[in-house]
């Protein structure tokens, strides 16, 4: 009797758990391991995973070498000899003109962009999206539409505008103009991405605050704030690669020793003086893609989820 | 903080809701200054022979005329519009087979996904010099080939003006095929399993029920993707600089560097102007009828 019960809540107990309803025979028909249609399917996508990790392979290989071993060996070869000199010499050496301070200049000018960027474009977007989504007012729609749509513009339609705007107000070539410029084009995506993530909260929670008396900025922050700490942690993905990758800003909107991580990486390496140093070029490479790198591999499906927030809807 | 709904007669019409108006002071001054202002500035400007400083004299078309006729916007122009018809071709066809391959409820679904997507996550910059590298005629594939035994092999697109283009167009390939993938797998995962089922009780082949069913189902998916590569498209500009710097000679402009060059290199502003406005009516080619097709013609989409 006891035996019996015992079994009834282990079966009910299995019953609960989705999917694994246990009636007789289930699921697709068990296949051999070793099918065509599995070597097909592995055998491809073995093959794309290589190519798309070979240039990846590659890069790490370079750095990796001393430049004798580059002139006689094949790229897809280990180092015979691994040595961390072009790592050393790519972070503290590398000339770009005049300046021999290495990429650390740069690392620390991205730095200095991305963290407040990122914090004012998400902090401005998020409280945008949080009043379109739950205080409208009239016009607010169509602002929001012309935002959306001056996604698709190209920047470079808009630059040199922003470059007159930014000298006007004496910040042209400084690192606050170059935020400024960050916060600006992220807020069509952030504001869409913030917006749809308030407006999908139980409105029920928002009207019982109202009539507890809370207004506007209690709101924000005692409850909607508390309640997606996801989507900021999705939007400041995005934010932090995008900022961290972007070019274009860099080079129109900052003074030389201001520029970002990606411009001075492009003018160490596509510099046409001197002696061409590939394990140096690789290991400025490998650095200054390792920030959006740790990121993507910290992040697995919040990246994926705030990348095809930002694409789809951007 | 108090309600303004609060007070006993009805408050001023601007004054309701008030914290929200200023919350939104950033969203409205982007839209109009930025977007709006800055756009129509732009247009107007191209109508000038702004040189070193934007000036306000008007010359008509001259602007459009003299950019139609320069060879370096003709090949930019030229290299888009290859560039672009296979990048939209190949992304689609490799993004779909990869998503396809990755719904056959294969193992380590996790770790593909992961190595496919990884070079999205790098800038333009980076992949345009790791490609640089891999396709370096001496020490490169090209000389890897060669030393294999194929001595005549010929593989140097960066160093060829007139494949160069195609070398640009495998790095752009290896960075967003991924994203393309993910957002294929995503729009096959919304599709119902008994649809397979019914194909699999009347007997249809696999192809044929993707080709046949799966992909028109698949349509808005399809078309968002579609719209995403595009609008990048016409952007590309770190990519061309970082891997080639439009060389050799101009044989990889495109229509994004020239106006870069030209507004902040040539002192050439009127010309950069005119550039971009033609940028700009090229991604307006593309948005206004899918914006329609979404969004307009009062119909329902599916």
New interface residues.
Partial sequence: MLKLVANNTIVSEYEAVPGRVTSGPHGPKPRRILSRRNIVVYGTLIVVALYYLLPLYVMIMTSLKGMPEIRIGNIFAPPVEITFEPWIKAWAQACTGLNCDGLSRGFWNSVRITVPSVIISIAVASVNGYALANWRFKGADLFFAILIIGAFIPYQVMIYPIVIVLREMGIYGTLTGLIMVHTIFGMPILTLLFRNYFAGLPEELFKAARVDGAGFWTIYFKIMLPMSLPIFVVAMILQVTGIWNDFLFGVVFTRPEYYPMTVQLNNIVNSVQGVKEYNVNMAATLLTGLVPLTIYFISGRLFVRGIAAGAVKG | ???QTRGSARPNQWL??L???I??I???L??????????S???LYSFTNSKLL?RLSFVGLDQYVRLWAAPRWLISIENLAIYGFFSLIFSLVIGFV?AA??D???RFE?T???????????????TG??????L?PQ??IQ??VR?LGWTNFNFDPLYNSDIVIYGILIAAL?QGT??VM??ML?GLRGIDEDIWKAARVDGIPMWKTYVLVIIPMMRGVFI?TLV?IA?GI??V??LV??QT?GGPGIASEVP?KY??DY??QAQN?GQ??A???M??VT?AII?VPW?YLEFGGGRKRA
């Fill in positions: 903080m108090t309600s309701r809701n914290n929200a108006k919350a939104s950033p969203m409205i982007t839209a109009l200054v930025i977007f709006v202002g800055g756009t500035w732009t247009v934007p990869l391959l990755m056959q409820k294969i996790n593909f996904r992961t190595i496919m997507l990884y070079p999205f996550a790098l800038s333009f910059i980076v010099l790791v490609w640089q590298w891999l370096n020490y490169g000389s890897i030393s290896w991924g994203l993910c957002l995503a968002t995403i609008s016409v952007k500009y770190d600089v970082a710097s994004a106006v870069y507004m902040f502003l950069g102007f550039a971009s406005t940028m700009l991604v948005i914006a």
